[in-house]
């Protein structure tokens, strides 16, 4: 007889239990936000809509880098204007509209300005710049908002339930996004489409998250010291974890390209972009249940497994490289909520500002490895590339044995 799940253990079930308002909020919130960044793909959707404009390659390739580090490396320097807020949701319900704006300026420049391309290109990056400058600026009080409403025993619980719902909704509106690019209309209008949906898409998920209930804490007016961080050996072993993870990172966009350019493997593509999205959201549910006793295991068992995908691509055969990205798709859902619940975890309250600003700054500058990694593989080869991938991720494991158990 099924008795429901035990006391203190996560499934299905208790990761998904949004009886509780701000949970819910912010469960619902990460749902809208999977959809929101399918939509706008940066490795698919914008760089297919800047190639049909005619950008250069340097700059297509930079599109990912901007948007993640855009919304990163800002944190350390705006963390001291956040402390100042007895309640962070004041200030992410402000700068939510201003990020929708960036997006809103993305999809009129492609229903409008489609007869002028010298016009449209900039309104498009315009657009684009301002939705990763505001995100950088929101995603601190986000952060904040969330680790003063979600108790820490269900931090883990929280993320696992925002990937797997969410990327099986992404999953699913791949085909969606494929479907509106075959439209029989005019370019750029079908991205016009998509960049609306994403609009609609983000500005219902940060709405909903700006619901959250969130209590007063008295403001701090002085000044953060971002150096304090940086005296607690935790926090020290930590980043440097997430900067072997970063630069790892570099050989990440590369699989796809290595699988076309040298494995002749182009129809195969969509195969492997469905076994990346199964594995990143079905994983999850492994990772929430191992973090219940601590993200330390989370994080070194992704670290294990993205050493293994660099290796594996230098000796499959093109039948079985397919493997490479169930392995991708398992390690980024480790290691993106191992990183962010350790860190929360480990960062004082008082203190949480400058450890969470100046850990995601740090990671966001490293962001732009993926552009070192072009530069390797076009000067060295993939082979190169993988395997200075390999030794960094190797790196990154032995490092990660260091951390305080605590996180």
Do not use: C
């Not at 959201?281 to 068992?301: F, P």
Request: avoid cysteine.
């Amino acid at each position: 007889m099924w008795k429901g799940p035990r006391e203190g253990r996560s499934n299905i079930l208790t990761i998904l239990d949004l009886r509780e308002r701000n949970y819910r909020l912010a469960v619902v919130n990460g749902w809208l936000v999977w959809l929101g960044d399918t939509f706008l793909n940066p490795n698919i959707v914008l760089a297919g809509f800047a190639a049909k404009l005619g950008a250069p390659g340097a700059l297509i390739g930079l599109l990912p880098a901007l948007l993640q580090a855009g919304g990163m490396i800002p944190q350390a320097f705006l963390a001291p204007y956040v402390a100042r807020f007895p309640r962070k949701i004041v200030l992410y319900r402000r700068v939510a509209a201003l990020r929708l704006s960036g997006v809103v300026l993305m999809a009129l420049s492609a229903f409008v300005l489609g007869p002028w391309p010298h016009l449209l290109f900039p309104g498009f990056l315009l657009g684009l710049l301002l939705n990763a400058l505001f995100t950088g600026v929101s995603s601190l009080p986000f952060w904040e908002v969330v680790a003063k409403t979600i108790p820490q025993e269900r931090r883990a619980a929280l993320f696992s339930a925002r990937n797997l719902v969410g990327g099986l909704l992404a999953f699913l509106t791949g085909f969606l996004v494929r479907e509106v690019l075959a439209l029989p209309l005019p370019f750029p209008l079908p991205y016009a489409l998509l960049f609306a949906l994403g609009a609609l898409a983000f500005g219902t998920g940060w709405y909903l998250f700006g619901l959250t209930q969130e209590p007063e804490e008295p403001p701090k007016e002085e000044r953060l010291d971002l150096r304090l961080p940086l005296r607690s050996p935790g926090f020290r072993r930590y980043l440097r974890v997430r900067v072997l993870l970063g630069l790892a990172g570099m050989a990440e966009p590369f699989y796809a390209v290595y699988a076309v350019r040298a494995l002749g493997q182009r129809e195969e593509l969509g195969l492997y972009l469905s076994l990346y999205a199964l594995s990143f959201t079905l994983s999850n549910l492994l990772w929430a249940r191992l973090a219940e006793r601590g993200s330390k295991r989370v994080l070194q068992a992704g670290a294990l497994l993205a050493l293994l995908a660099p290796l594996l691509a230098l000796f499959l055969p093109p039948s079985l490289f397919g493997l490479v990205f169930l392995l991708q798709g398992a390690y980024l859902a480790a290691v993106g909520l191992a990183t962010t619940t350790y860190l929360l975890n480990l960062a004082p309250a008082e203190e949480r500002g400058a450890f969470i600003g100046l850990a995601n700054t740090v990671a966001g500058v490293f962001a732009f490895a993926t552009v070192l990694g072009g530069w390797v593989a076009d000067g060295l080869g993939y082979r190169a590339l993988f395997g200075l991938a390999a030794a960094l991720y190797a790196l990154a494991l032995y490092a990660g044995r260091k951390l305080p158990q605590g996180g």
